[in-house]
């Protein structure tokens, strides 16, 4: 049987992370406002656009306190923020959809995101992203570190040093392993199970555009940080 432990070092690693996570939330909450009334598929998309403009900010904000990603070259360090911004943007939607709400509560927000305006062909792959987060019951230096692990991809288009973004991800993902032996030492396949998730991740990203230009809007505006990072306009 192997002895896990987390050495001290790596603590502080998570305290790190963790707190970062934690501190550089979205200000104001989207599950709530969604469940306070009933909005129009036009404001349901500036709603959209709103809410991620302010998660590609404070994602931004959130890489600064990766232990070592500062000392990534800076034109990666940009790659790696575009090329991991629509995943962080999902996870972090997952998330919200995961969260413990009042009995009802998340079947009316299921409810509000499928008539909110996105094309009904892209609502199976979402919510089964979504459920499959919800099963897996994560905890918070979990959602931290595979947010991390997500941001830190090596292979991202126009990477150049992949190796040194291999390297901290690397760290993550072996605390993260730690992490699942600890926490689940019946599931042992927990871990795997995690990584699965940015496999389905990845591919419901793909998806991103269509979801946006098919959404039944008059006016699909974004804001210069969206056409910036999305890919857009
Ligand atoms: O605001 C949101 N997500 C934000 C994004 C930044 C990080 C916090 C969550 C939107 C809603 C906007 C208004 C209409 C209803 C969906 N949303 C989506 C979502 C995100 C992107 C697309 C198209 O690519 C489709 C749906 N999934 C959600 C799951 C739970 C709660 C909100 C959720």
């Known amino acids: 049987k192997e002895k896990v432990e987390i050495t001290k070092e790596q603590r502080t690693l998570m305290k790190v992370i963790v707190d970062a996570y934690s501190t550089h939330q979205i200000p104001q909450d989207v599950a709530k406002k969604l469940l306070q009334e009933q909005y129009s598929a036009d404001e ?55 969260r413990k709400m009042p009995s009802g509560q998340t079947e009316v927000l299921e409810e509000r995101i499928r008539k909110s305006g996105i094309s009904e062909e892209f609502i199976i792959p979402m919510f089964n992203f979504y459920k499959s987060i919800v099963s897996l019951h994560m905890v918070q230096e979990e959602q931290a570190l595979l947010t991390t692990i997500t941001i830190l991809t090596p292979d991202r288009p126009y990477v150049k040093d992949q190796q040194a973004v291999e390297r901290i991800q690397e760290t993550m993902l072996e605390l993260l392993r730690k992490l699942c032996v600890l926490q689940r030492p019946q599931e042992p396949q927990y871990f795997a199970r995690l990584l699965g998730r940015l496999t389905e991740l990845r591919t419901l990203s793909h998806y991103h555009a269509e979801m946006l230009t098919s959404w039944r809007t008059n006016d699909h505006k974004f804001t210069p940080l969206l056409c910036e990072i999305w890919d857009v306009q």
């Open 44 to 98: 349901n998309f500036l709603l959209l656009t709103e809410m991620a403009t302010s998660q590609v900010q404070v994602l931004v904000e959130f890489t600064k306190n990766i232990p070592g990603f500062l000392s990534l070259d800076r034109e990666d360090q940009i790659a790696l923020l575009k090329g991991s911004a629509v995943e962080a943007m999902f996870l972090r939607s997952a998330q919200v959809f995961s």
